[in-house]
């Protein structure tokens, strides 16, 4: 996988299909593997925000979710062909996991947003198996309780969308805790899943 800078945040060169083989691969590694999917935004934040640029860097697969990204890449000569989007990746992910019997956890949204989504996600791919949910709203406090909560669940995938640049942080920072194959940020993709 050919990993590029743009403004010192590293992306994975990848088209969709590349994208979707590392995740593929990503199941049967041993450790937690973390996908993250930035636009130009989160580029750019990640130059005030030296925690988000570690998470970033220490992250598995970094597909660009942004079109801004691919114009940066095309004038500095990056090699960033095309974008893909993490709704997209999330969507072939989804559909994989319902080929091979994966479960999936969504931690993210408003009360109420992640139950209705996993509904949604179970009615479109019926193999699935939904290991769990919770909303993005939870205390500090509660933290240790909603990854319990997440370890208890025999999941393979934790889709984490609790706004960017709060997922990425967060997963970095409960990465060594997490009991899964992989965590995703998706971003506003539990509400996309939620209609
Ligand atoms: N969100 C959350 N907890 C928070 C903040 C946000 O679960 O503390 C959720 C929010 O409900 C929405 C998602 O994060 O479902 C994406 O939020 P936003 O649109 O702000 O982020 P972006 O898609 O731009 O990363």
């Known amino acids: 996988m050919n990993r590029v800078e743009i403004m010192g945040v590293p992306i994975d060169a990848v088209d969709m299909p590349k994208a979707v083989d590392q995740a593929v691969a990503f199941f049967q590694q041993e450790n937690l593997q973390v996908i993250y999917t930035p636009n130009t935004e989160i580029v750019m934040a990640a130059q005030q925000d030296p925690i ?16 801004g990204l691919i114009y940066a890449s095309k004038i500095l000569n990056k090699g960033l062909k ?4 993490g709704v997209d990746l999330m969507g072939e992910v989804l559909s994989y ?27 479109k791919f019926p193999e699935i198996c939904i290991s769990g949910f919770n909303d993005g709203y939870f205390q500090e406090n509660e933290t240790a309780a909603v990854i319990e909560k997440i370890n208890q669940s025999n999941v393979d ?18 990465r060594d805790k997490l009991k899964a194959k ?13 209609g």
């Open 182 to 194: 992989i965590a995703m940020g998706v971003g506003g993709g539990v509400d996309i899943w939620a």
């Open 157 to 174: 995938i934790l889709f984490v969308g609790l706004g960017a640049p709060k997922q990425e942080k967060w997963i970095f920072q409960y």
């Open 97 to 123: 996991c319902n080929q091979h019997g994966k479960s999936i956890y969504i931690l993210g949204g408003k009360p109420g947003i992640a139950e209705v989504a996993c509904k949604n996600i179970q009615i």
């Open 82 to 85: 095309e974008r893909v989007t």
């Open 52 to 67: 988000l640029l570690d998470a970033i860097k220490a992250a598995n697969l970094v597909i660009p979710d942004g079109i």
